[in-house]
């Protein structure tokens, strides 16, 4: 177990937890039935037994070991991530697992635009919540990756919602 505190699978500027800005005292009174718009991002929040599910079932298919989650039961965010040990496996492997595991490459017009550590890879499962992987490049490429990260996104990783929910 490398702990329960690592932070490292949500780290990188498109996945920082928004700041909210102070709130201001509404000019007028909100009528009793109001409610605040859901967060965009609560489903990775909320589900976090689907999570917990979902990022186990990440570090089988690339046959990796989970090594500690960046959650508890008790403490959420917005991005619920995993450390996974490859094991040894090159970085050029964990990377085709992905890709066999309908893992798609998180680039928008061929930039990874965030998680500059690795490789970044993504895949909406089919209970709705989206995974963004990250295989870290080895300081040699002949060497094999030395991390992989996985962390929930509620809305496509890449897409402009997240993209603007992002924006401190
Ligand atoms: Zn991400």
Redesign the pocket.
């Known amino acids: 177990m490398t702990g329960l505190t690592t932070t490292t699978a949500s780290a990188?500027f498109?996945?920082v937890i928004p700041q909210k800005p102070s709130p201001t005292p509404p000019a007028q009174p909100l009528p009793p039935n109001y409610r605040p718009p859901k967060d965009l991002e609560d489903p990775c929040i909320s589900r976090i037994g689907a999570v917990t599910n979902d990022l186990r079932k990440i570090a089988q298919m690339v046959h990796g070991r989970l090594t500690g989650y960046d959650f508890t039961s008790q403490k959420r965010h917005a991005?619920p991530g995993a450390d996974i040990n490859p094991r040894g496996q090159s970085f050029g492997q964990a990377i085709s697992r992905l890709g066999k595991n309908g893992f798609e490459s998180s680039t928008v017009l061929g930039i990874q635009w965030?998680?500059l550590e690795g490789a970044g890879y993504q895949k909406k499962f089919s209970d709705g919540l989206w995974y963004?992987v990250i295989v870290a490049f080895p300081t040699d490429p002949r060497r094999p990756t030395p991390q992989i990260t996985a962390?929930c996104?509620a809305t496509n990783?890449t897409g402009l919602a997240h993209f603007l929910d992002s924006i401190p």
């Open positions: 990188g498109l996945c991005f965030s998680h963004h962390h996104h990783p």
